[in-house]
């Protein structure tokens, strides 16, 4: 890994701001784009492509923040090998590219690529250290808009407008800011008196969810499938509103492909292409906070590795491997978390024996602690969960849950195994990782291992494998012998 990093030192000298020189050129952000009117009129500038490339011909390309080898190589549509070949000097077993590193890769044209225009840094997609410090409430109160003035019942109380984004984006791990740029692009929220006519304030389809906040709630795990689909190299095409196929330029970083996906959903034509433009969602962002791309913030550093990390309970004993890679939160991407069951002679929702509680699988701060919304296990200890390694837990029964403030070492009760929080069908412990605020995929070159227990996908959410040398566990909520794991096995 040093290698990789000494080598990107060397170059340095020679890169170029790629990212921040396309949005520099964008036209300036002088008003606010009120498209949240019903049936707006849109007009926008044609959107730059690529060209076509001869077969394998290799293009220039600067590393941007949390890209891994197999990601671009489907998002370029070759090989590993190939990348490797072209770029010697990158190990085969390096993990993240260090951001802003020179490569060449080899390129296989696909026809329909979108534009080259990159709305947002991951940085400030992400719930990231960039937007510590940020106070939602006094700027949405400052601001003239309804969104202020807006409540909503959610989790045993009623919410403000500011609390209800924050309680979105401190469990989707999605920036603040880009919440708020959400609402005003589509809703007015910060600059109307009144919000739209229209029932579906974002335009997202879901029986039932139609109130503004759980049309935020939708957006923020549409947010999410697109950018970690993108980080993990599957989001290649998707259809827009009118079902026209539309395939991200491989240039594109993950944050700006994830708001791609996101208005796909509900735009086509010229108000999708309004919308992915620099006069749509990257201008009324930069009109309300200023130009994301000036912050050159390293989301994900190049070389990333995670610390040494313990399975969930008491290494004397077996628990049940119930929950292959699935959903940090919501539903779909990001496949981060895992799941697992204190043995039991029955299923379902039961107490756990007193001997069977979760543990801290790292030394860490406790700085975040609810039955409804989980517990986070700080390693850095500074007390910000946007920062750093994080150990996010949910399921975690009320009685004799680790508080706020508690600083545990690996191996310490953190809490018992059960149904509370989210949806559960048996008493067991969710677990996931969070680095600098982005969830880290638990089957991927930073591989969620404890113990030497290494999980891998399966065919669909909740299924795949944990293994250990020349053992392999197969996740099922059965909770038989082949489900088994201990941190002594083999």
């Known amino acids: 890994m040093n290698k990789l990093l000494t080598i990107f030192l060397i170059v340095t000298f020679t890169l170029t701001a790629c990212r921040s020189t396309t949005n520099q050129n964008s036209p300036p952000a002088s008003s606010l784009t009120q498209t949240w009117e019903q049936n707006p009129s849109v007009d926008s500038t044609p959107l730059p492509t690529r060209k076509t490339y001869a077969p394998g011909e290799l293009v220039d390309y600067n590393a941007q923040t949390g890209d891994t080898l197999p990601a671009l190589a489907a998002r370029f549509n070759t090989t590993i090998d190939e990348i490797l070949a072209a770029n ?17 890769i080899p390129i296989y044209y696909r026809a329909l690529w979108g534009t080259t225009f990159q709305s947002i840094p991951d940085h400030a997609f992400v719930n990231s250290p960039t937007s510590s410090g940020f106070n939602t409430a006094a700027y949405v109160q400052s601001q003239p ?10 989790s045993g109380q009623i919410r403000t407008g500011a609390e209800l984004v924050d309680y979105v984006a401190i469990n989707y791990s999605i920036n603040p800011r880009l919440l708020l740029a959400i609402l005003e692009y589509q809703g007015g929220a910060l600059t109307q008196e009144s919000p739209p ?15 503004h906040y759980l049309q935020l709630v939708l957006a923020a795990n549409t947010l999410n499938n697109g950018y970690y689909s993108w980080r993990n190299g599957s989001l290649l095409e998707f259809e827009d509103a009118n079902r026209n196929l539309f395939r991200p330029d491989p240039w594109q970083n993950a944050g700006s492909a994830a708001l791609q996906y996101y208005f796909s959903r509900m735009y086509a034509g010229d108000k999708f292409a309004h ?13 309300l906070f200023g130009n994301p791309w000036n912050d050159s913030f390293e989301l994900i ?15 004397a004993q077996t628990w049940s491997y119930t929950g292959g890679p699935h959903t940090g939160w919501g539903t779909g991407e990001p496949l981060a978390a895992l799941d697992f069951a204190p043995p039991s002679e029955q299923s379902g929702c039961i107490s756990a024996k007193s001997e069977n509680y979760a543990v801290a699988i790292a030394d860490g701060l406790v700085v975040r602690s609810s039955a409804n ?31 706020v403030g508690a600083n545990l070492n690996a191996g310490d009760l953190i809490g018992y195994p059960s149904c509370e929080g989210g949806r559960s069908t048996g008493t067991h412990v969710h677990v996931a990782r969070k ?5 880290i995929l638990a089957d991927s070159a930073i591989p969620f291992v404890m113990d030497g227990w290494i999980p891998h996908n399966g065919s669909r959410a909740y299924l795949g494998t944990l293994t250990k040398g020349n053992l392999t566990v197969i996740a099922c909520e059965c909770g038989d012998a082949f489900t088994a794991v ?3 096995f083999p």
Do not use: C
Not at 197 to 202: E, G, P, Q, S, Y
Not at 276 to 286: D, F, R, S, V, W
Not at 435 to 439: A, D, F, H, I, K
């Open 197 to 211: 006519t229209n029932r579906k304030l974002l335009g997202l389809e879901r029986a039932f969810w139609e109130s």
């Open 435 to 439: 680095y600098n605020g982005e969830w």
């Open 145 to 154: 808009g309804w969104w202020k003035n807006y409540r909503a019942y959610v």
């Open 301 to 315: 550093p190049g070389s990333l590795t995670q610390p040494e990390l313990t399975l969930p309970f008491p290494n």
């Open 88 to 104: 010697t000097f990158i190990p085969r077993d390096a993990t993240t590219m260090p951001q802003g590193m020179p490569m060449q």
């Open 486 to 488: 201990n941190a002594n």
């Open 373 to 403: 919304e989980g517990v986070v296990l700080d390693l850095d200890k500074d007390g910000d969960e946007k920062t750093g390694w994080v150990i996010y837990y949910l399921h975690l029964a009320t009685n004799q849950r680790a508080v």
């Open 275 to 287: 919308a992915i433009g620099a006069e749509g969602l990257y201008q009324t962002y930069t009109s």
